[in-house]
């Protein structure tokens, strides 16, 4: 009785719990707003300026695309309530609908998949090198080389097992911070500096990558970013997929990656999700 008791309670409960997760577009409808979850330290795809206001290249995909979920909606105007987060807690808030979508830096992963939901890729992230001079060097090319990495970091281990894989022999040196291991390639003392692409993105967007150095095209890896939104609510999931399609396809996507990150190049991953990330309405 006590077992079966229990499974009535767990039943009830998911039956009482689907509905509100279901009613995502309803709510906005009737509320005329939109909770906007965004990291305040993730340069250069969401961060806060010096007046305390969201802004990055993930801020600036939500900003449009709440102005289609408007038009979606029929309604006049949709405004969003943003809500800072950090790393710690950007999952939780979405999970228990204390916002409705998070605009952050955020991998989508399978684990993560257990909790939340994400829409279509919005960005391509991964370890990239940072080289000095001109010319493409291929990752073969770094053999015998000195390598510089943030120390203690899974770039690292990305780094050593990639030189492992290709039974390549070069000399790992790991610096304390980002900034130290870019000033070392700065100054000659290393040949390469690897980390991620979208912090060396937000170097050079800020204007404090030095002078002669130069972010590869190509990752070691490729870590698909989307926006975080509730499980199982496929209606709210479906509007936001369409209006982030359509921004691909008229090229709003592209627009809104120069205008987050001038004079930046994007990498060859980043140019194929241009390409590919749409969905075929």
């Not at 279901?22 to 010096?50: C, F, K, M, N, W």
């Not at 710690?88 to 228990?96: I, L």
């Not at 960005?123 to 203690?152: H, I, N, P, Y």
């Not at 390409?275 to 075929?280: C, M």
Request: net charge negative; charged share 25%; with cysteine.
């Amino acid at each position: 009785m006590r077992r079966a008791g229990l499974s009535v309670l767990t039943l009830v409960s998911l039956l009482v719990a689907a509905p509100v997760a279901a009613e995502t577009l309803d709510r906005l409808r009737d509320s005329g707003e939109i909770r906007l979850g965004h990291r305040t330290d993730a340069i250069p795809l969401s961060y806060v300026d010096a007046d305390g206001q969201p802004q990055g290249y993930s801020v600036l995909v939500c900003r449009a695309l709440v102005a289609k979920l408007a038009d979606t909606l029929g309604v006049e105007k949709l405004t969003p309530v943003w809500v800072p987060l950090d790393a710690q807690n950007r999952f939780d808030a979405v999970a228990e609908g204390r916002v409705d979508l998070h605009c952050g830096a955020a991998t989508i992963t399978l684990s993560r998949r257990e909790r939340v939901d994400f829409s279509i890729p919005t960005f391509v992230d991964g370890t990239a090198v940072l080289l000095a001079g001109e010319g493409d060097t291929a990752f073969e090319d770094l053999a015998g080389k000195r390598l510089g990495v943030r120390g203690a970091t899974t770039t690292e281990e990305i780094l050593r097992n990639s030189l492992e894989a290709e039974g390549l022999e070069a000399e790992v040196v790991p610096f304390r911070t980002f900034r130290e291991g870019v000033a070392a390639l700065s100054k000659g003392d290393i040949d390469a500096f690897f980390g991620d692409q979208s912090q060396l993105f937000g170097l050079a967007s800020s204007g404090d990558l030095p002078e002669g150095l130069r972010i590869s095209e190509n990752t070691l890896t490729v870590e698909k970013h989307g926006l975080v939104l509730q499980r199982g609510d496929s209606d709210f999931r479906l509007a936001v997929d369409r209006a982030l399609s359509a921004m691909y396809q008229d090229g709003e996507m592209a627009r809104i990656f120069r205008a987050g990150m001038p004079g930046i190049e994007p990498g060859v991953a980043l140019k194929m999700l241009f390409i590919l990330a749409p969905e075929v309405f």
